[in-house]
Protein backbone atom coordinates (compact mmCIF):
# COMPACT_ATOMS: atom_id res chain seq x y z
CA UNK A 1 0.00 0.00 0.00
CA UNK A 2 1.14 3.41 -0.86
CA UNK A 3 -0.20 7.00 0.54
CA UNK A 4 0.80 9.84 -0.32
CA UNK A 5 0.76 13.57 1.36
CA UNK A 6 0.63 16.68 -0.78
CA UNK A 7 2.86 19.55 0.78
CA UNK A 8 1.32 22.26 2.28
CA UNK A 9 3.98 24.93 1.54
CA UNK A 10 6.30 24.38 4.52
CA UNK A 11 8.73 22.23 4.87
CA UNK A 12 8.59 19.08 7.23
CA UNK A 13 11.42 21.25 9.95
CA UNK A 14 9.33 24.42 9.41
CA UNK A 15 5.65 22.59 10.33
CA UNK A 16 7.25 20.57 13.22
CA UNK A 17 8.76 23.32 14.91
CA UNK A 18 5.66 25.21 15.15
CA UNK A 19 4.34 23.12 18.01
CA UNK A 20 6.01 20.91 20.37
CA UNK A 21 7.94 18.07 18.99
CA UNK A 22 8.26 14.74 21.35
CA UNK A 23 11.51 14.44 23.27
CA UNK A 24 13.55 11.94 21.46
CA UNK A 25 16.48 9.98 22.63
CA UNK A 26 19.03 8.72 20.17
CA UNK A 27 20.24 5.38 20.21
CA UNK A 28 23.82 4.70 18.26
CA UNK A 29 25.62 1.63 17.65
CA UNK A 30 29.40 1.88 17.16
CA UNK A 31 32.39 -0.78 15.83
CA UNK A 32 36.10 0.53 16.15
CA UNK A 33 34.63 4.45 15.02
CA UNK A 34 36.65 6.60 13.52
CA UNK A 35 36.08 10.54 13.65
CA UNK A 36 33.47 10.65 12.50
CA UNK A 37 31.35 9.29 15.76
CA UNK A 38 31.66 13.05 17.56
CA UNK A 39 30.12 15.18 14.51
CA UNK A 40 27.40 12.52 14.15
CA UNK A 41 26.54 12.73 18.58
CA UNK A 42 26.63 16.32 18.25
CA UNK A 43 24.39 16.44 15.20
CA UNK A 44 21.78 14.37 17.30
CA UNK A 45 22.67 16.34 20.40
CA UNK A 46 21.08 19.44 18.79
CA UNK A 47 17.44 17.89 19.09
CA UNK A 48 18.05 14.58 21.01
CA UNK A 49 17.88 15.06 24.89
CA UNK A 50 19.94 12.09 25.57
CA UNK A 51 22.00 9.47 23.09
CA UNK A 52 23.07 6.35 24.36
CA UNK A 53 26.18 4.69 22.53
CA UNK A 54 26.39 0.52 22.05
CA UNK A 55 29.65 0.09 21.47
CA UNK A 56 30.31 -3.48 19.99
CA UNK A 57 34.60 -2.40 19.43
CA UNK A 58 35.68 -5.43 20.77
CA UNK A 59 38.07 -5.86 24.72
CA UNK A 60 41.70 -4.54 23.94
CA UNK A 61 40.79 -2.35 20.90
CA UNK A 62 40.88 1.68 21.39
CA UNK A 63 37.90 3.29 20.84
CA UNK A 64 36.77 6.80 19.94
CA UNK A 65 33.35 6.22 21.89
CA UNK A 66 34.83 6.22 25.59
CA UNK A 67 36.84 9.55 24.57
CA UNK A 68 33.57 11.15 24.24
CA UNK A 69 32.65 14.10 27.19
CA UNK A 70 29.35 15.35 27.44
CA UNK A 71 26.30 14.16 30.52
CA UNK A 72 23.87 13.44 27.94
CA UNK A 73 25.89 10.26 26.29
CA UNK A 74 26.19 7.82 28.00
CA UNK A 75 28.37 5.13 26.69
CA UNK A 76 27.99 0.94 26.95
CA UNK A 77 30.97 -0.49 26.82
CA UNK A 78 30.08 -4.18 25.45
CA UNK A 79 33.54 -5.53 25.00
CA UNK A 80 32.21 -7.54 22.20
CA UNK A 81 30.57 -7.34 18.57
CA UNK A 82 27.13 -8.47 19.52
CA UNK A 83 25.94 -7.39 16.08
CA UNK A 84 23.28 -4.88 15.51
CA UNK A 85 20.25 -6.31 17.09
CA UNK A 86 22.27 -7.22 20.70
CA UNK A 87 23.89 -3.99 20.96
CA UNK A 88 20.47 -2.25 20.38
CA UNK A 89 18.57 -4.57 22.21
CA UNK A 90 21.26 -3.42 25.18
CA UNK A 91 20.90 0.38 24.53
CA UNK A 92 16.73 0.02 24.64
CA UNK A 93 17.22 -0.82 28.28
CA UNK A 94 19.35 2.07 28.95
CA UNK A 95 16.85 4.64 27.88
CA UNK A 96 15.45 7.16 30.38
CA UNK A 97 11.53 6.82 31.67
CA UNK A 98 10.77 10.18 29.95
CA UNK A 99 12.17 9.56 25.94
CA UNK A 100 8.81 9.45 23.47
CA UNK A 101 10.66 8.64 20.80
CA UNK A 102 14.00 6.68 20.19
CA UNK A 103 15.98 7.67 16.58
CA UNK A 104 18.57 4.93 15.38
CA UNK A 105 21.31 5.70 13.97
CA UNK A 106 24.68 4.54 12.44
CA UNK A 107 28.43 5.85 13.49
CA UNK A 108 28.72 7.82 10.05
CA UNK A 109 25.65 9.45 9.84
CA UNK A 110 25.46 13.13 10.37
CA UNK A 111 22.47 14.38 10.74
CA UNK A 112 21.43 17.86 8.61
CA UNK A 113 19.87 20.35 10.47
CA UNK A 114 16.14 19.82 11.07
CA UNK A 115 16.01 16.01 10.46
CA UNK A 116 14.52 15.31 13.88
CA UNK A 117 12.10 17.71 14.10
CA UNK A 118 10.94 17.21 10.47
CA UNK A 119 10.51 13.67 11.40
CA UNK A 120 8.96 14.11 14.53
CA UNK A 121 6.47 15.76 13.12
CA UNK A 122 4.61 13.10 11.76
CA UNK A 123 4.93 10.71 14.91
CA UNK A 124 3.34 14.17 16.59
CA UNK A 125 0.36 14.51 13.99
CA UNK A 126 -0.62 11.28 12.89
CA UNK A 127 -0.97 8.28 15.86
CA UNK A 128 -1.44 5.81 13.15
CA UNK A 129 2.27 6.28 12.49
CA UNK A 130 4.80 3.99 14.54
CA UNK A 131 8.51 4.76 12.41
CA UNK A 132 9.26 7.81 10.58
CA UNK A 133 12.01 7.77 8.63
CA UNK A 134 14.12 9.73 5.88
CA UNK A 135 15.59 8.85 2.70
CA UNK A 136 18.95 7.85 2.45
CA UNK A 137 21.36 9.95 0.63
CA UNK A 138 24.50 8.86 -1.23
CA UNK A 139 26.63 11.99 -0.89
CA UNK A 140 29.51 10.59 -3.01
CA UNK A 141 27.35 10.23 -6.29
CA UNK A 142 24.93 12.66 -5.05
CA UNK A 143 22.21 10.23 -5.69
CA UNK A 144 19.19 8.42 -4.06
CA UNK A 145 19.62 5.10 -2.99
CA UNK A 146 15.74 4.18 -3.02
CA UNK A 147 14.82 4.28 -6.77
CA UNK A 148 11.80 7.01 -7.45
CA UNK A 149 13.13 8.89 -4.75
CA UNK A 150 13.70 12.55 -5.16
CA UNK A 151 11.09 12.55 -8.42
CA UNK A 152 8.54 13.90 -6.18
CA UNK A 153 8.18 15.38 -2.90
CA UNK A 154 5.94 13.59 -0.58
CA UNK A 155 5.69 11.19 2.25
CA UNK A 156 5.11 7.63 1.13
CA UNK A 157 4.12 4.25 3.24
CA UNK A 158 7.05 1.97 3.45
CA UNK A 159 6.82 -2.02 4.02
CA UNK A 160 10.67 -1.34 5.51
CA UNK A 161 13.47 0.84 5.88
CA UNK A 162 17.03 0.97 7.28
CA UNK A 163 17.95 1.21 10.56
CA UNK A 164 19.89 4.25 10.70
CA UNK A 165 17.69 7.88 10.78
CA UNK A 166 14.46 5.45 11.56
CA UNK A 167 12.61 7.44 14.17
CA UNK A 168 10.11 4.75 16.25
CA UNK A 169 7.68 5.46 18.92
CA UNK A 170 8.89 4.03 22.39
CA UNK A 171 5.67 2.13 23.02
CA UNK A 172 6.88 -0.04 19.87
CA UNK A 173 10.37 0.14 21.17
CA UNK A 174 9.61 -1.67 24.31
CA UNK A 175 7.43 -4.05 22.81
CA UNK A 176 9.37 -5.22 19.90
CA UNK A 177 12.90 -6.55 20.56
CA UNK A 178 15.43 -6.63 17.55
CA UNK A 179 16.29 -9.84 15.74
CA UNK A 180 19.88 -10.55 17.75
CA UNK A 181 19.89 -14.03 15.70
CA UNK A 182 20.53 -12.26 12.26
CA UNK A 183 23.84 -10.13 13.46
CA UNK A 184 24.18 -7.55 11.04
CA UNK A 185 21.40 -7.74 8.02
CA UNK A 186 17.92 -7.81 7.77
CA UNK A 187 17.83 -6.62 11.44
CA UNK A 188 16.38 -3.45 10.47
CA UNK A 189 13.63 -5.59 7.81
CA UNK A 190 12.49 -7.90 10.63
CA UNK A 191 11.97 -4.91 13.25
CA UNK A 192 10.00 -3.44 10.37
CA UNK A 193 7.78 -6.20 9.75
CA UNK A 194 7.00 -6.77 13.38
CA UNK A 195 6.24 -3.48 13.73
CA UNK A 196 3.38 -3.63 11.12
CA UNK A 197 1.85 -6.24 12.44
CA UNK A 198 0.88 -4.33 15.04
CA UNK A 199 -1.25 -2.13 12.85
CA UNK A 200 1.67 1.30 13.12
CA UNK A 201 2.69 2.32 9.87
CA UNK A 202 6.14 3.29 8.60
CA UNK A 203 6.35 6.03 6.57
CA UNK A 204 9.52 7.61 4.42
CA UNK A 205 9.67 11.21 4.05
CA UNK A 206 11.06 12.02 0.76
CA UNK A 207 12.04 15.46 1.49
CA UNK A 208 14.50 14.94 4.18
CA UNK A 209 17.75 13.82 3.25
CA UNK A 210 20.15 11.78 5.28
CA UNK A 211 23.72 11.22 3.78
CA UNK A 212 24.70 7.86 4.44
CA UNK A 213 26.87 4.98 3.66
CA UNK A 214 26.04 1.98 2.14
CA UNK A 215 29.26 0.60 1.47
CA UNK A 216 31.95 0.51 -0.84
CA UNK A 217 29.44 1.33 -3.97
CA UNK A 218 30.79 1.77 -7.30
CA UNK A 219 29.69 2.52 -10.72
CA UNK A 220 30.37 -0.32 -13.68
CA UNK A 221 30.10 -0.10 -17.40
CA UNK A 222 28.09 -2.26 -18.49
CA UNK A 223 27.45 -2.16 -22.29
CA UNK A 224 25.67 0.90 -22.89
CA UNK A 225 24.49 0.36 -18.98
CA UNK A 226 25.63 2.35 -15.64
CA UNK A 227 25.41 -0.32 -13.18
CA UNK A 228 25.96 0.75 -9.61
CA UNK A 229 27.06 -2.25 -7.11
CA UNK A 230 28.12 -2.19 -3.50
CA UNK A 231 31.13 -4.13 -2.75
CA UNK A 232 31.13 -5.71 0.28
CA UNK A 233 33.96 -8.23 2.16
CA UNK A 234 33.08 -12.09 1.48
CA UNK A 235 32.12 -12.46 5.19
CA UNK A 236 29.28 -9.45 4.75
CA UNK A 237 28.21 -11.04 1.95
CA UNK A 238 28.01 -14.42 3.72
CA UNK A 239 25.04 -12.75 6.41
CA UNK A 240 23.73 -10.99 3.42
CA UNK A 241 22.88 -14.40 1.61
CA UNK A 242 22.32 -15.92 5.30
CA UNK A 243 20.40 -13.79 6.52
CA UNK A 244 18.03 -12.83 3.59
CA UNK A 245 17.43 -16.78 3.34
CA UNK A 246 16.48 -17.07 6.87
CA UNK A 247 14.16 -14.11 6.64
CA UNK A 248 12.14 -15.96 3.92
CA UNK A 249 11.91 -19.01 5.80
CA UNK A 250 10.86 -17.41 9.15
CA UNK A 251 7.87 -15.83 6.98
CA UNK A 252 7.05 -17.86 4.67
CA UNK A 253 3.99 -19.41 6.40
CA UNK A 254 1.98 -15.76 6.51
CA UNK A 255 3.75 -14.62 3.12
CA UNK A 256 4.27 -18.05 0.91
CA UNK A 257 5.06 -16.03 -1.96
CA UNK A 258 8.26 -14.09 0.24
CA UNK A 259 10.52 -16.24 -1.63
CA UNK A 260 10.12 -14.55 -4.94
CA UNK A 261 11.32 -11.21 -4.38
CA UNK A 262 13.98 -13.10 -1.97
CA UNK A 263 15.00 -15.00 -5.20
CA UNK A 264 15.26 -12.22 -7.20
CA UNK A 265 17.33 -10.14 -4.73
CA UNK A 266 19.93 -13.00 -4.09
CA UNK A 267 19.89 -13.77 -7.82
CA UNK A 268 21.12 -10.09 -8.80
CA UNK A 269 23.73 -10.54 -5.53
CA UNK A 270 25.00 -13.69 -6.93
CA UNK A 271 25.28 -11.71 -10.71
CA UNK A 272 26.46 -8.96 -10.08
CA UNK A 273 29.22 -10.70 -7.47
CA UNK A 274 30.40 -12.73 -10.97
CA UNK A 275 30.52 -9.69 -13.01
CA UNK A 276 32.00 -7.07 -11.19
CA UNK A 277 33.70 -8.71 -7.96
CA UNK A 278 37.65 -8.89 -8.52
CA UNK A 279 37.66 -11.78 -5.20
CA UNK A 280 34.78 -13.61 -6.52
CA UNK A 281 36.66 -16.85 -5.69
CA UNK A 282 35.96 -15.79 -2.09
CA UNK A 283 33.13 -13.75 -2.28
CA UNK A 284 31.07 -16.33 -3.96
CA UNK A 285 31.29 -19.39 -1.62
CA UNK A 286 30.14 -17.38 0.80
CA UNK A 287 27.21 -16.70 -0.90
CA UNK A 288 26.27 -20.11 -1.63
CA UNK A 289 27.24 -20.99 1.81
CA UNK A 290 24.97 -18.00 3.34
CA UNK A 291 22.01 -19.24 1.51
CA UNK A 292 22.44 -22.80 2.67
CA UNK A 293 22.93 -22.27 6.50
CA UNK A 294 19.80 -19.87 5.85
CA UNK A 295 17.66 -22.72 4.71
CA UNK A 296 19.33 -25.27 7.93
CA UNK A 297 18.92 -22.09 10.09
CA UNK A 298 22.48 -22.21 11.16
CA UNK A 299 25.76 -19.87 10.88
CA UNK A 300 29.17 -20.63 10.30
CA UNK A 301 31.75 -19.25 12.89
CA UNK A 302 34.32 -18.43 10.06
CA UNK A 303 32.68 -15.91 8.61
CA UNK A 304 31.75 -13.91 11.81
CA UNK A 305 34.46 -10.85 12.31
CA UNK A 306 37.26 -11.01 14.94
CA UNK A 307 35.67 -10.27 18.37
CA UNK A 308 31.85 -11.02 16.74
CA UNK A 309 29.91 -12.99 19.87
CA UNK A 310 26.25 -12.41 18.43
CA UNK A 311 24.02 -14.42 21.28
CA UNK A 312 20.95 -16.25 19.80
CA UNK A 313 23.09 -18.13 16.67
CA UNK A 314 23.79 -21.69 16.28
CA UNK A 315 27.66 -21.77 15.35
CA UNK A 316 29.26 -24.21 13.43
Not at 142 to 164: M, P
Not at 184 to 212: E, M, S, W
Request: with cysteine.
Amino acid sequence: MSAQQEPTGQSPTESARNTQIPAVTAILTAYHPDERLAAVVESALADCTRVVIADNTPAGSPSLASKLDDPRIEVIAIGSNLGLGGALNLAVKQLPPDAQAVLLLDQDSVLPEGLIPGLAAHLRDDPTIGVAAPTPWDAKHEKFYNVGAGLHDSTVDREAVITSGMLVRRELIDRIPFREDLFNDFVDIAFCVDVRRTGARIVQDYRIKLPHSMGDRREHKLGPLTVRVIHYPAWRHYWIARNGMRFAMDNVRKHPLGFLPMAVFLGRKFVSTTLFEPDRRHHLPALTRGVRDGLLNRAAARYLPEGANPPGLRLK
